[in-house]
C-alpha cells in the first residue's frame, strides 16, 4: 500500500504539476515552407566590370528557439538555393580594363542548401522591434582569368531582421525581411556594401563593380508549430509506465 502511494504520488507530479512549469524554460517551434527572395553571386575583376548569377530562395526548414527572458530567438536550419551552380564571363570595364576577362564556376551552398545559426537579440513580441543578423552564404568555385586558373572559397553575408507578432503555448508567429529596406513590397531589395578580395594571386572582388550586392528575403507573418520537449516526452512515458505499474498491482 506504502509503494503504490509513492507511485499515485510520483505519477501526480509527472503528469499534473510538470506541465505548469515547463514554459519557464526556452521554447521551442518548427516551420517548414516557401521564402521568397534571392540573392546575387558575383565576382568582379580589379573592381571594374563583372560577371555573375542570381539564385533565388526556395524552401526554409527550420527550429526556432525564444527565449523570453533574453527575448532572443535563434533559428536552424536550412534554406534551399537555386541554380546552386552556374557557369559565367567576367568582363573588364570597357573604360579603366578593356583587355580584362574570364570565366568562372560557381556553387552557392552545399547540395543546393544553405545551412544557419541565426541569432536575432531585443526580439520583443509585439513591439514592432527588429532584430538583426547576418545570413552566412559560403561560395566556392574555380575558373580562368587573364589566363590564369584560379580556385577558391568564401563567404558573404547578407543582413536580415526578424519581429515577432504573436507567441503561444503553440505557435508562434513571426516575420522576416532583408535589411535595411525591411517590408517594403514585393519590388524592395537590400543592399550590402563593401566587397573583398576572394581568389588569392588575382583581383578578383567578390561582389558587383559597384562595391555592393544586392538581395531580397520576404517571410511574412509565418507562423511555427510548437515542438515537444524531449524532457515531457521522456516524463509522459514514465507517469504512462507508473500508472500502468499501477493499475496491475
Known amino acids: 500500500m506504502k509503494i503504490n502511494r509513492t507511485l499515485q504520488m510520483w505519477a501526480a507530479l509527472i503528469l499534473g504539476i510538470w506541465p505548469a512549469t515547463a514554459h519557464c524554460q526556452t521554447q ?5 515552407g516557401p ?29 526556432l528557439y525564444y527565449d ?11 534554406v534551399t538555393v537555386s541554380p546552386s551552380t552556374a557557369s559565367f564571363n567576367m568582363q573588364g570595364d570597357p573604360i579603366f580594363d578593356p583587355n580584362e576577362s574570364g570565366s568562372a564556376t560557381l556553387t552557392v551552398g552545399n547540395g543546393g542548401s544553405i545551412s544557419f545559426d541565426n541569432t536575432f537579440g ?11 543578423d547576418f545570413l552566412l552564404v559560403p561560395v566556392s568555385g574555380s575558373g580562368t582569368y587573364n589566363g590564369q586558373a584560379f580556385s577558391g572559397s568564401w563567404n558573404f553575408q547578407i543582413l536580415l531582421s526578424a519581429e515577432i507578432s504573436a507567441i503561444t503555448p503553440t505557435s508562434l508567429t513571426f516575420s522576416e525581411f532583408q535589411w535595411p529596406n525591411g517590408n517594403l513590397g514585393p519590388g524592395s ?4 556594401q563593401g566587397q573583398i578580395d576572394v581568389i588569392p594571386g588575382t ?9 555592393a550586392y544586392y ?6 507573418d509565418v507562423v ?3 515542438v515537444p520537449e524531449p524532457d515531457s516526452l521522456a516524463l509522459l512515458g514514465l507517469g504512462l509506465s507508473a500508472l500502468a505499474f499501477l493499475r496491475r498491482h
Not at 531585443?122 to 538583426?132: D, F, M, P
Not at 531589395?189 to 550590402?192: A, F, R, S
Not at 583581383?203 to 562595391?211: K, V
Open 28 to 32: 521551442a517551434y518548427y516551420y517548414s
Open 122 to 132: 531585443e526580439v520583443a513580441i509585439g513591439s514592432g522591434v527588429r532584430g538583426l
Open 35 to 63: 521564402v521568397s527572395g534571392w540573392t546575387e553571386v558575383n565576382l568582379n575583376p580589379a573592381g571594374h566590370g563583372e560577371g555573375g548569377f542570381g539564385p533565388t530562395f526556395g524552401t526554409i526548414t527550420e527550429t
Open 68 to 78: 523570453p527572458t533574453a527575448q532572443t530567438l535563434e533559428q536552424v536550419g536550412s
Open 203 to 211: 583581383d578578383l572582388g567578390d561582389g558587383r563593380d559597384d562595391g
Open 224 to 226: 511555427a508549430t510548437a
Open 189 to 192: 531589395y537590400g543592399v550590402m
Open 215 to 220: 538581395y531580397s528575403w520576404q517571410e511574412n
